[in-house]
């Protein structure tokens, strides 16, 4: 039998070490590393040789995704006088890194390429909404140039819903409302968004993530790919901007003022002029954009620290390298975590011997253009995965801060809180992360717990949880008073003016991300509580009845009558739902129930080697039962039924997608086999934890 | 006996005219009319002209007070260069009105006269909890000029706190969050405050309202009067701006961030930089402020309707006449409804019978210095009021949108809404008043009644009802998009492009006032329901109750255990007041009880002549049942113990503001003096409801 790993989170907390997160920040920083450019190359290149230098398995790998790099744009107010518009930031005396060659001018990936004038129309946040408002009132888009601000949704689905209105091209800016003086002081002085802050970033929106033209199988160099006519990408050209170019377009606008509706009087922001519906015939605009659309290389980095007794179950932590420029923040506050964790825990390793399961480290490609390297990734191993993963942590951009949460797939919650247990507090040392986080208020459903955000789309943990169904959380840190997000801003300066200089933050993530690695990877008995899926799945469930009777789907719920519902304090759930519930009450007791018995015959010792493999192989599969193999109506590639990306927005999640999507189309007729597929998820987890004989 | 008049509100609501509404306003706001200028004394004349033409008893009541004039002011950046900032409004092409000579340059009534320099010191709304946050963050007032904008308080308060922070000057301006392109399309183009808009006003505050000289008695030419200098007026300089002058010094501030601290982070407001709390050594900043402090003529006009058989007793509804400028809207809006209500109900009095009771139409003069011409008349006939006046409307502003409301004294509000049962809705002629007003909500206590506001402080109706008692009530609609408050574009061009050109508001409110008056000064039995107000003192002691548990003067109240507190559906108060409530309950309930007894006697006719105005004179005693003859403390000239103005902001009121004062103050030793003076009130409600014998 393998030597016993004698790792404790303090063993680990004490080699965690700023100097160390700054050292990889400055050479991780050091160039813009856009996906598939030649800083991207050297960023991976750098990766390897640093977790080859800790002794981890390392693997780069490489992937072949289509990654457009822009060649042009123009944008130009034509009438009422003929004026060019500024599309990169101001280069700063007091930040040299502004004056970098290779630093690109804003541009959003993925945008049509296309010249076109035309009347211009505001479109508030570009939502599904916003349109459906400038629709009712009447305010023609077709042929016009909406100019829409950053904020209320994913920015792809800002372009997906101009192009569906008609409009001719789309102007994204960033309102000083959402990060400029409306929010602190501006940059270089402060940390927030100046006239000429500009966010970048992709449009990607399919019914997948990853490389555009290989839904569903790894990207590798011969793989077999779509055509890119038929992926339905962006067609109209898209431009982002600062807000005092969006203030040239916006003061020169004549036609009704948004204050003039009831339905648009929140569209006012933070310009200091009254925002407008429409431009008027007499102010036309330019907007031209080329990109071409070409396959690159990039690649992921895989350091693995091989467990000692069971060394094909692993928990896997990640956090992309690519960036829209330097990308201290965006990723790199995440990936100095991800490698500074690497190199403690296999210095640890190498002391005190490895943990029981493996710990995978990943540095993932090309998130930026569409979660690729990732999604690849997971595609790649898509079986392995399935049997062995116990968990995935994500890092993106998470030391910002020193305001620690999570969110957060249920089962896993209570391993991260009590692993926040035993991490220092940034900046306040006498308390824990777990104290400061309780203090910002509890979970909803148990108060012994903090409160978790829903986990939905956005980052590299997508594939794992939505697709897979690996137990997945982001870990993040934030609190500080700024933003530099996909500008050119956001570099190694920023980030020690408005973060600070002494990576507290950083020291904080790491901890946090090993602590709740080395819990997955080290107890006997898998830290997964799959009844916590099942509780979330009830409060879920009252949510979707709620907006289903809002809707009209059904009536309301009435007053419980039922002993059963009454007696858990919960309110009652509509007519058609309400046998799930009970199947989910019932299931969730069980549950709970079986495996704490599990427990405590494994803390007394009474389990051989193999029940007890035979149990964590049980646990890994109660994540596994939410998955759908066909996976959801219109988009088979998100499987998990706990959870998916909003469909029509993007960042957020939609909770018990199968049946939300039923409220959304209000499609009564999907109800049935909505409520079937969650039936057979209580089943199968009834079943996974039923032991024959025992 | 005299003719029994037939006035009916449908006769008299088809005597109102758009035409001459439009006509007095036409002939009221020809030219600029400060109080104790040449223009308004043009103004009183016409007025004077116009009640005399219907046949009203009429009579010019002069009054001489302390009416400040400008004579010079200046506003200079200094450094880090000079820079003189504009402090009138822009002459527009679209508004000749605004070319008016007699037009004052922005000015602030009662300021310091004085020549200061210094650094500058950001104060939010300056109110006095915003003063504290400056203590508490260790911002140096001292000497200092501070810059506020409007909004929060009445504009004395934030002299009389910058003063007493030992602030040099103070410049007040109108943040374009308030009024300007946060809130809608900019004058001449829309109706809200352009960069030059400037809002003048009165910085009186003194512990009484009315002529600064001679408070509690009338200010005859010979009246005894204070010094100047013992009345403690406003000693620093003081000017008001626009916002585009503001944001010549806001951005030049460097100081700390108002966004850096918790405490200021809703300081930000519409400007386009970000808001600090301190201008820095470099900025400097001069104030220079010249104003005379004369005593000046002008009068209150005033026409009586005299009733035919309760002559002494009348209703007054009353408006000012006096303006900063034309003065359209404020007062005039208001003052054109007053004049067309007299001439409806005059020319109805003579072709249908007088009223049972008189109707007194005032046109006050002076309001704007310090509701002075109100004050002064009020003080000058408090027996006969104190005696017989029913009831008093005010109709300051009051024509400015469609939806109508009121703060009211409570026993009349069911006649307000009786009367607004009978007037249709303005643009919408199919729906009442009433209609339209409850849908905007109902009242917290009593559902059949629309919601009420709580009358304080801020026109002619605090003489009446907080120096004499009488029940009294603003009348107003609003809801027109802009506001040219005390600027130099209140004209009546502004007023037709932004309120409109068909006078349907002014109509509403004419009809309004005329029908709530006729109530009051036709039914036999006066429409007062004393158990109103003892029920609204109930809610409102429960907000005190509040209050004092939070400031930590008692405990907040437990759960109600008494059935008699259970039984009423209202929550528990603190013990110390539990007794007063539950006096308060029975006397609430023997109000009713009795009125309801006596109006079910009249309306079968079983009550004589004498009886009947035995019944009315205790009626009338009822709502002044809550005037301590002494006065509240600190301030004796307020003596209503239901309402006061807010002591440290002006506008509002305070609710039961001698037990609201011993929170305030957290004077716990006060407490004793004011539950027995309300006491005093219930048993005084007790005995004058109590006939012998009946």
């Known amino acids: 039998m393998t030597r016993k790993s004698s790792i404790t989170a303090s063993t680990v907390n004490a080699m965690v070490n700023a100097g160390q997160l700054r050292g990889w920040h400055d050479l991780l920083a050091a160039e813009p590393h856009v996906a598939g450019t030649h800083g991207d190359e050297r960023v991976i290149e750098k990766l390897r040789a640093t977790f080859e230098s800790f002794g981890l398995e390392t693997d780069v790998h490489e992937f072949w995704a289509l990654l457009p790099r822009p060649s042009a744009a123009v944008l130009q107010i034509v009438s009422p006088e003929q004026r060019d518009l500024i599309l990169k930031e101001r280069v700063l005396d007091e930040d040299l890194y502004t004056q970098h060659p290779a630093l690109d001018p804003g541009w959003n990936a993925f945008s049509g390429s296309g010249d076109v004038t035309g009347e211009v129309v505001y479109a508030n946040y570009g939502r599904k909404e916003d349109f459906e408002t400038l629709a ?16 209320g949704n994913y920015r792809g689905y800002k372009a997906k819903f101009a192009q569906k209105a008609g409009a001719a091209g789309l102007i994204i800016y960033t309102d000083p409302a959402e990060s400029g003086y409306t929010r602190g002081l501006l940059y270089p002085e402060g940390g927030y968004a100046n006239d000429t802050c500009i966010e970048r970033g992709s449009l990607q929106t399919l019914p997948y993530i990853g490389d555009a033209l290989t839904p569903g199988v790894e ?42 509706h009831a339905e648009t009087r929140g569209w006012q922001a933070g310009l200091p002029v009254p925002y407008r519906l429409t431009g008027g015939e007499a102010l036309r605009v330019r907007l031209k954009v080329e990109q071409d659309r070409e396959i690159r290389r990039s690649a992921n980095v895989v350091g693995v620290l091989r467990g000692s007794e069971e060394p094909r179950r692993m928990v896997v932590i990640g956090c992309h390298h690519d960036a829209w420029g330097f990308g201290a923040s965006d990723p790199l506050a995440g990936t100095i975590a991800l490698v500074e964790a690497a190199r403690a825990l296999s210095r640890a390793a190498r002391e005190l011997g490895p943990p029981r399961r493996s710990i995978a480290f990943c540095a993932w490609g090309a998130e930026e253009y569409g979660i690729i390297g990732s999604s690849e990734w997971v595609e790649g191993n898509r079986d392995l995965l399935a049997t062995d993963a116990a968990a995935y942590f994500n890092l993106d951009m998470a030391s910002m801060g020193v305001d620690f949460g999570s969110s957060s797939g249920p089962s896993i919650r209570r391993a991260i809180a009590s692993a926040a247990a035993e991490v220092p507090q940034a900046r306040d040392p006498e308390r824990t992360v777990l104290d400061a986080w309780m203090g910002r208020g509890g979970d909803a459903t148990d108060p012994s717990l903090p409160a978790f955000g829903d986990l939905g789309g956005g980052s590299d943990h997508v594939a794992f949880w939505c697709h897979v169904g690996v137990a ?26 408005v973060v600070g200089e002494d990576y507290e933050s950083a020291m904080m993530i790491t901890r946090m991300a090993a602590g709740s690695a080395l819990r997955l990877a080290t107890e006997e008995l898998l830290p997964i509580e799959p009844w916590v899926c099942v509780s979330e799945f009830r409060r879920h469930l009252r949510d979707v009845s709620g907006r289903g009777a809002a809707a009209g ?54 389990v051989s080697a193999d029940e007890l493999n035979d149990l964590n192989e049980r646990l890994l599969a109660t994540d596994r039962a939410w998955v759908l193999p066909e996976g959801l109506p219109e988009r088979p590639w998100f499987k998990n039924l706990l959870a998916a990306p909003d469909r029509d927005s993007g960042y957020a999640s939609w909770m018990l997608p199968m049946l939300r999507r039923v409220v959304e189309d209000k499609d009564a007729a999907g109800l049935e086999a909505a409520v079937k597929a969650y039936t057979g998820v209580f089943r199968s987890l009834r079943e996974i934890v039923e032991i024959p004989g025992a």
Do not use: F
Request: net charge neutral; hydrophobic share 45%.
């Open 136 to 151: 009712t009132l009447g305010v023609e888009v077709r042929g016009r140039i909406v100019i829409a601000r950053y904020g």
């Open 219 to 260: 990207a590798t160099r011969d793989a077999p790919r779509l055509k890119i006519d038929e992926v339905g990408l962006c067609a109209i050209p898209v431009q982002p901007i600062g807000y005092g170019a969006a203030l040239e377009i916006m003061k020169r606008m004549t036609g009704r003022a948004v204050a003039d």
């Open 472 to 497: 997945s959380a982001g870990l993040s840190a934030g609190g500080s008073p700024g933003t530099s997000y996909h500008s050119i801003y956001d570099n190694l300066a920023w980030y020690r003016k």
């Open 553 to 606: 789907l059904w009536n309301a719920p009435e007053a419980a009558t039922e002993p059963a519902a009454a007696q858990d304090g919960l309110a009652p759930v509509a007519d058609p739902l309400a046998e799930l519930d009970r199947d989910a009450a019932s299931t969730q007791r069980e549950l709970l129930e079986t495996v704490a018995a599990w427990r405590d015959r494994v803390a007394a010792g009474k």
